[in-house]
């Protein structure tokens, strides 16, 4: 079975403070991806990668930037936290690009930022 | 560019009966098309998906969706639901564009299945 793990589910921050989400997959898989869920929203690209070292914004990026140093992980960093990034992040990844491939979420990790 | 739409946000439902839940999707090119489940507090699984051939897909627990490509649509349909079945749902549709395809998601459909 495919694992997607992400480190934290509940995570309490200040506004100000610099955030890592991390996320590691076990598959090999090539792509992934970093989603935000909010209520009424429902699931927004924030960035994806395609490859190790290899990003792309997705929908909405601002304030937010990644790491992909190793192909099993993918990092969300939060640069300086604010109370409008209080969300629910779900990390994913696919196999390749193809866009058939099923795509593989972990369990997501809530973030306050209070 | 594409998109996806769930006309219905909430969708109560007696245990044993019938359920529909409806999906839109706008896109210019060929696409791909999922639904996916997510159990409270947890990540999202797969249901079913569609890629070509036989219009009707069939997935897990009891699930099947029906591809109409007149209509634009990807509507998800369980002939008698169980209180288990009490999830958000998920349409996103996903195609060959850039350098990796997108997997865009419609805003969800909260199934709320009672007694």
């Known amino acids: 079975d495919v694992k997607v793990t992400q480190s934290s589910r509940y995570l309490v921050k200040r506004t100000g403070e610099k955030v890592f989400l991390e996320c590691v997959q076990d598959?090999?898989?090539?792509?992934m991806f970093w989603y935000r869920q909010d209520p009424g929203l429902g699931l927004r690209l924030i960035y994806f990668?395609?490859?190790?070292?290899?990003?792309e914004k997705g929908d909405i990026p601002e304030g937010y930037s990644v790491s992909r140093e190793k192909k099993e992980r993918f990092s969300l960093i939060l640069e300086s936290a604010s109370t409008n990034q209080t969300s629910m992040y779900l990390c994913?990844?696919?196999?390749?690009?193809?866009?058939?491939?099923?795509?593989?979420f972990g369990e997501g990790s809530w973030l306050t930022v209070v | 560019a594409q998109s996806v739409t769930q006309l219905d946000s909430q969708v109560p439902v007696f245990e044993e009966a019938p359920v529909e839940l409806r999906c839109n999707y706008s896109s210019s090119v060929s696409v791909y098309l999922f639904w996916y489940v997510q159990y409270p507090n947890q990540g999202l699984q797969l249901l079913l998906k569609?890629?070509?051939?036989?219009?009707l897909v069939k997935g897990i627990n009891g699930f099947e969706a029906e591809f109409n490509k007149s209509q634009t649509s990807f509507h998800l349909r369980k002939p008698s639901v169980h209180i288990s079945d009490t999830a958000e749902y998920f349409c996103?549709?996903?195609?060959?564009?850039?350098?990796?395809?997108?997997?865009?998601f419609g805003t969800g459909t909260r199934l709320q299945v009672t007694l």
């Open positions: 990668s395609y490859d190790v070292k290899m990003k």
């Open positions: 996103a549709v996903s195609s060959h564009t850039g350098t990796a395809s997108k997997l865009t």
């Open positions: 598959m090999d898989h090539e792509n």
């Open positions: 569609y890629l070509s051939g036989s219009t």
């Open positions: 994913a990844s696919r196999p390749t690009h193809f866009p058939g491939n099923t795509i593989y």
